[in-house]
């Protein structure tokens, strides 16, 4: 009887894209009780700008599959110092230990507000969370909608296609065209590539070696 669903947790070591369609192939649509999650808490070898877009991306990607917009997990902080804005018109799924409910400057339907709760049959502590007034579980049920026959196109794609990226600007929340890459860019995007080739290969003969 209790209500199931799927989230992933949002990273910068592959694109958007490939990190969709493993979602995809994990978290089938006639499994989920609930809307899809996606978690994000790091952005350590991004710029805020660059797990702004990844997250568009992705986000656009699972509305366009499963015909629903997904809930955002994320702390208070990391909201107002990375996503802001561009993301207030998604479900959102605060983390903060506090009293005191989260303060975001726009409306979000569950908060995290422990990380110390306890349930019978399991030893470790858990995490406590409560919907916000107004909210029910029934905001969080998984109803499929009708999925476009065009996905919208995806920032790192474009990236990768030699095109203009486009860009979601934190404070008016809109897509719009970016700057081309810098010099520098260009080349720290080059070593980037040529460091995920070397380690594709090296996985790639450890997988050779193992099958001999």
Not at 52 to 63: G, I, N, W
Request: aromatic share 10%; with cysteine.
């Amino acid at each position: 009887g209790v209500k199931v669903g799927s989230y992933h947790y949002l990273t910068n070591r592959s694109s958007a894209t490939a990190q969709f369609q493993n979602f995809i192939r994990t978290a089938r649509k006639d499994e989920q009780d609930l809307i899809p999650f996606i978690d994000v808490e790091e952005c350590s070898r991004w710029t805020s700008q660059q797990l702004r877009d990844s997250l568009k991306v992705f986000a656009d990607l699972l509305e366009d599959y499963y015909g629903c917009k997904p809930m955002i997990y994320t702390s208070e902080n990391f909201f107002k110092k990375h996503l802001g804005r561009a993301f207030k018109d998604y479900p959102l799924f605060i983390a903060k230990y506090s009293a005191t409910a989260p303060n975001i400057g726009y409306n979000w339907v569950m908060w995290q507000y422990s990380d110390k709760g306890t349930i019978p049959g399991i030893k470790s502590n858990v995490d406590l969370s409560r919907l916000n007034k107004g909210y029910s579980m029934n905001d969080l049920i998984y109803r499929p909608g009708k999925a476009k026959s065009k996905p919208r196109g995806s920032v790192k794609d474009a990236v990768e296609r030699k095109e203009k990226p486009t860009s979601v600007d934190m404070n008016s929340g809109k897509t719009k065209a970016a700057p081309a890459p810098s010099k520098r860019q260009k080349e720290e995007e080059k070593k980037i590539a040529e460091k995920e080739k070397k380690e594709q290969e090296r996985k790639k003969k450890l997988a050779e070696d193992d099958a001999k």
